[in-house]
């Protein structure tokens, strides 16, 4: 029992942690952006700037505010921790998007003062976030082989591993076969 209070505790104490690193990661790009800008461009204020400071300042609310509401813990009325919150660490848990879309938004903002066509990598987020939440609309190629049963030609998944090399030849085969009925050679 105690064990558990121990390891509580020091996911609590990791959480303030890391809350307080990624708090100096977002101020940090903030004032390299400005400073950058006031000393070097004397501070060009146009709508896509603002649009840019607006979206980043967003992201990182955004994000800063989701992963200290996971982290926060819980206390028993005796002041005892009941529970320590998510644990913001953990490889693969719950805060690592939120620290990747921190760390992903701070280098696009300080590279942003060369050229503001970095802005554009944010268009990697949404990839990344497909490929990693909505793995069941990929369909494997290795997966995909031709049925033909003589009447219609049918698409049907089906382990790769039973038929082995045929896998190829079968999607070209389908591929030359609908190409064929297509104009009319068969």
């Not at 959480?15 to 100096?24: A, E, I, V």
């Not at 490889?91 to 696009?108: E, M, N, Q």
Request: charged residues 15%; contains cysteine; aromatic residues 12%.
């Amino acid at each position: 029992m105690e064990s558990k209070a121990k390891v509580k505790k020091q996911i609590l104490e990791a959480n303030k942690t890391t809350l307080k690193t990624y708090l100096r990661v977002i101020l940090s790009a903030n004032a390299v952006f400005v400073v950058i800008n006031i000393l070097t461009f004397n501070w060009t204020f146009n709508f896509y700037t603002l649009l840019t400071v607006g979206f980043a300042t967003g992201v990182y609310f955004g994000s800063y505010w989701s992963m200290s509401v996971m982290a926060e813990p819980l206390f028993g009325e005796d002041g005892s921790l009941v529970d320590c919150g998510i644990d913001l660490n953990k490889k693969y848990g719950a805060g690592t998007p939120l620290k990747d879309v921190i760390l992903l938004t701070a280098v696009i903002q300080v590279l942003s003062t060369i050229s503001a066509y970095f802005w554009y990598l944010w268009l990697l987020v949404p990839t990344r976030g497909t490929r990693e939440l909505l793995p069941g609309l990929r369909v494997k190629m290795e997966g995909l082989v031709y049925k033909g049963d003589g009447v219609g030609n049918k698409l049907t998944l089906k382990s790769a591993e039973s038929e082995g090399i045929a896998l190829l030849g079968n999607v070209v085969t389908l591929y030359c076969s609908s190409v064929c009925v297509h104009y009319g050679h068969v």
